[in-house]
């Protein structure tokens, strides 16, 4: 499986301001992933981050909130915009399609744990 | 509405008896189904998959079955260790290519020495 990491790997924020958040893959993949994990809850998918292309969003997400770049197969970002305490998640980047793996299983970053106040 | 339900949000075993973790789902166009576990402070890690042209997927421990008809799905873990402790969630997708997993919201394990 590959190397994921994320940064920040939390963070505590003010409302109205905007976080970026960082995914770097340690090999190139096809497909990478954002997730958000709300506090006590599952995992749900934001978007799917496109290598040259603009991403694709999940019914509830749209872009002026969470505008996400993949200039490359080894790297993306998710920014999460004028934050509001509602925004306090943990998110996930997660990647799938590896060349050494079955296209079915996804891999997780440890996660960015978002505070907003 | 959930699409996939793990109706226990926890559940406590003995070291060395067997845990048995349940998920349901709704949607019939699911073909393709994982297993992860997660540690506070990590992210998830995958455990195991099946798909639906099987009912049976066993990797050392760790044994997932699969009823189409009932649309359910367990895992079992044999024997049970303290490092088995985590939250453990059941994916499902009717995609191929890895995208559009829908998570159940996670049974938490506790494996008691």
């Known amino acids: 499986s590959a190397v994921i990491s994320q940064k920040p790997s939390r963070d505590i924020c003010q409302r109205g301001t905007s976080l970026t958040i960082q995914c770097q893959v340690d090999?190139?993949?096809?497909?990478m992933f954002w997730y958000r994990q709300q506090p006590g809850q599952s995992l749900t998918l934001i978007a799917t981050a496109n290598q040259g292309s603009e991403a694709t969003y999940e019914s509830g997400f749209v872009i002026d909130k969470f505008p996400i770049s993949r200039p490359n197969l080894t790297f993306s970002t998710l920014t999460v915009s004028n934050m509001s305490p509602e925004d306090s998640s943990i998110y996930l980047c997660?990647?799938?399609?590896?060349?050494?793996?079955?296209?079915?299983?996804?891999?997780f970053g440890p996660g960015t744990r978002l505070t907003v106040l | 509405d959930q699409q996939v339900k793990q109706n226990s949000p926890s559940l406590s075993v003995q070291e060395g008896r067997i845990s048995i973790l349940n998920c349901d789902y709704t949607n019939s166009m699911f073909d393709y189904f994982l297993w992860y576990k997660k540690y506070p402070a990590e992210g998830p890690t995958f455990l195991i998959s099946?798909?639906?042209?099987?009912d049976k997927n066993e990797d050392g421990r760790f044994t997932v079955f699969l009823n189409k008809s009932a649309k359910h799905l367990s895992l079992h873990i044999v024997p049970s260790q303290p490092g088995d402790s985590a939250v453990y969630f059941c994916?499902?997708?009717?995609?191929?290519?890895?995208?559009?997993?829908?998570f159940g919201p996670g049974t938490r394990l506790s494996v008691l020495p």
């Open positions: 994916a499902a997708s009717s995609d191929n290519y890895g995208q559009n997993f829908v």
């Open positions: 090999s190139q993949v096809t497909m």
């Open positions: 997660s990647v799938g399609g590896l060349a050494t793996q079955g296209w079915n299983e996804q891999f």
């Open positions: 099946i798909s639906s042209i099987k």
